[in-house]
């Protein structure tokens, strides 16, 4: 018998999946303990999702060591469980780059590698991509299949459920593969959830629905009576005794559940199903986290490794390429509101929160614990969250709704619909609004002002610092007769340079900084940016106006056309699409008062979906720090300013538009 080589002689060897299959059953225990170890390796330096990747070592090299991802597609739902599947399809070299600017990204990309066939981050889209595709292969006459891989909580969403009813149908060939490790980012919730928790505890049934039906199929058959009692005797065998009974209802093949640790169980359950093909489904029990003890006790806290993190298993840090930002002292945006939050709630027994599997990530976990009766987490279903919330408004309460800017996209029909239409008093709490870093381009919440500022009975609000982020929480809490959305971003809030001395007034913006040599109008985290512009113009004197909008929806009509007349030159702000964002918004409003400057100008994100890399770095890249803003500023004025500044004259000289 063949002795298995040392673990640290295994992954050196394998620069493609080929290389993978030419090893022993017996050798691939060792190689999933050098992947997983250097998944800790890199993640504790780098940052990233470290939990859902080390449950998945074992699934994903048993899933490589079957199939030919070159031939069978593979789709990872959410896709933040590809560290494995990088490593094994020739990005061992790259993977300390991870997440870094110029690196590997941390989800599958398509644009990185032939084995990527969607770039993908949201959850519950497996699914439906992989049925596309199933079927289109089928429709060309391919014969080889498609392999989704789906958690437990992605496949609770809305979504899954409608590509599953699809799938139940066309019955092409696919096999998916539901990671069952009880977790999304948080504890899953749901009957769903309850229904998997059954299973998980009566593994012992497959092997005796299997066993019955075998025996069904051996009685010989006397007679038309005799076959159709049996018939129904079998389907009241598999009605009793088939724990994956959702599952079969729906069309799919049900087996499991197996061990997803278990690399020879897992091999030997891939072969059997590459070779039997059809619609089928297999349930792989995993643990998040695994192989670290701290992860497998606290999933949750392990979901994703901050850069430098601290676990029981980590060895000396890697070199990585790129910057990592050391942690702010100041507190973040998140917390900020989780913090004001809750001591709302605590004047106003009115006040619940929902949040759509994110918890930790919103910063409701203080809240959920102090007031567990009026928290609820919805699971990974944003449209059902926002409607659910609308709900819970119609009868008095005052909703918040926490989630991710890039998240609300999925239930934008429901905001509309549900809530605005209605005239329902929700507050949306966007977090990671703007360009979000690391996490890339299916993060970065930079289409949301584009797709609010156009829906009626809807206040849009944007923070500049945590105070202001406080007064607009008590704001939007406070309106009868219609939804509120507050924007803010993924970072450290400012030290405040103002103090807050009044209530804020709907539709009411600030002047923070006077001048006479053009203007700047900023909103939510890029008002401190733009004071910081205007510091760098005024060294070169140029001295600007600096307004902060504070509304992006209603907007200061007033304010906007005072603060630009006579000015040369307005310059909009923001950390969002330039395209339907606040400056066409400001553009509009100038417009529209027969009050537009000389020139005017957006400063804001480039149309392109933006790639990965710390938040600062992006913002340097799309020219939004203060130094470009200021570079930028002067250029639009015209070449002649610096001459002029040089000879001490003062701004405005004859502009060259």
């Known amino acids: 018998m063949t002795q298995p080589e040392p673990a640290a002689e295994l992954l050196a060897r394998i620069q493609s999946p080929r290389d993978l299959r030419r090893l022993p059953v017996a050798d691939l225990p060792g190689l999933a303990g050098e992947i997983r170890q250097r998944i800790i390796d890199v993640v504790t330096v780098t940052g990233g999702h470290l939990g859902s990747n080390l449950g998945t070592v074992e699934l994903t090299v048993a899933i490589h060591y079957c199939f030919d991802f070159l031939k069978t597609a593979i789709l990872w739902d959410v896709s933040h469980q590809v560290y494995a599947h990088k490593i094994l ?116 049934l497959c092997e005796a629905k299997e066993e019955l039906r075998g025996l069904v199929e051996r009685v010989p058959l006397i007679g038309r009576r005799v076959r159709g009692v049996l018939g129904r005797a079998h389907e009241l065998a598999r009605r009793v005794l088939s724990h994956g009974l959702i599952f079969e209802e729906l069309g799919f093949d049900y087996y499991g559940p197996i061990d997803g640790h278990d690399l020879g169980r897992l091999v030997e359950a891939l072969t059997d199903l590459q070779r039997k093909g059809g619609f089928n489904l297999l349930h792989v029990l995993t643990n998040k986290g695994h192989g670290i003890e701290g992860a497998e006790r606290d999933p949750e806290r392990c979901h994703a490794a901050n850069p430098r993190a601290a676990l029981p298993a980590a060895k000396e840090p890697v070199k990585v390429e790129g910057t990592i930002v050391p942690r702010s002292k100041r507190p973040a945006y998140t917390k900020v509101f989780a913090d004001h939050l809750v001591r709302l709630a605590a004047r106003d027994e009115r006040v619940v929160a929902i949040t759509a599997a994110m918890p930790s990530g919103t910063g409701l976990v203080e809240f959920e614990q102090r007031y567990p009766q009026r928290f609820f987490d919805t699971g990974i279903t944003e449209p059902h969250a926002v409607a659910f919330a609308s709900g819970l408004a119609a009868e008095g309460l005052r909703p918040v709704v926490a989630i991710y800017s890039t998240f609300l996209q999925r239930g934008y029909d429901q905001v509309i619909h549900d809530v605005c239409l209605q005239g329902n008093p929700v507050v949306f709490a966007l977090d990671r609004a703007g360009v979000v870093g690391p996490d890339g381009p299916t993060h970065n919440g930079v289409f949301d002002l584009a797709f609010l500022r156009t829906i009626p009975r809807l206040v849009l609000m944007a923070p500049k610092d945590g105070p202001e982020l406080e007064a607009m929480l008590e704001f939007g809490l406070g309106l009868e007769d219609g939804a ?158 610096d001459r002029a500044v040089s000879r001490g004259e003062r701004w405005p000289l004859p502009h060259p538009c």
């Open 89 to 204: 399809t020739g990005r061992n070299a790259r993977f300390a780059t991870i997440r870094q600017k110029g690196g590997l990204s941390g989800f599958a990309n398509k644009f990185e590698s032939p084995y990527d066939y969607f770039t993908a981050g949201h959850a519950g889209t497996a699914l439906s991509t992989g049925l596309g595709m199933a079927t289109g292969r089928r429709l060309r006459g391919s014969p080889e299949t498609t392999v989704a891989v789906v958690g437990d909580a992605g496949m609770a969403t809305g979504m899954a459920f409608e590509a599953m009813n699809h799938g139940g149908v066309l019955r092409p060939s696919m096999l998916v593969i539901l990671n069952d490790n009880c977790w999304a980012i948080a504890r899953t919730v749901g009957s769903l959830r309850e229904y998997l928790d059954r299973i998980r505890m009566t593994p012992f």
């Open 484 to 641: 509120a959305a507050i924007r803010y971003p993924r970072e450290a809030v400012p030290e405040p340079r103002f103090e807050r001395t009044a209530p804020l007034e709907l539709g009411k913006g600030e002047v923070l900084r006077e001048g006479g040599d053009g203007v700047l109008i900023a909103c939510g985290a890029m008002v401190y940016r733009a004071l910081e512009a205007a510091d760098r113009l005024a060294e070169r004197g140029i001295e600007v106006r600096v307004v902060n909008a504070r509304f992006i929806k209603p907007l200061d009509t007033g304010l906007l056309v005072e603060a630009a007349a006579g000015q040369p030159l307005v310059m909009t702000v923001e950390d969002h699409m330039v395209q339907g964002g606040f400056g066409d918004a400001v553009l509009g409003c100038l417009a529209d008062a027969a009050a537009l400057p000389p020139r005017f100008l957006r400063a804001g994100l480039p149309d392109v979906f933006l790639e990965h890399g710390t938040r600062d770095e992006i913002l340097v890249l799309v020219g939004l720090d203060p130094a470009a803003l200021a570079d930028r500023f002067v250029e639009a004025l015209g070449a002649g300013i």
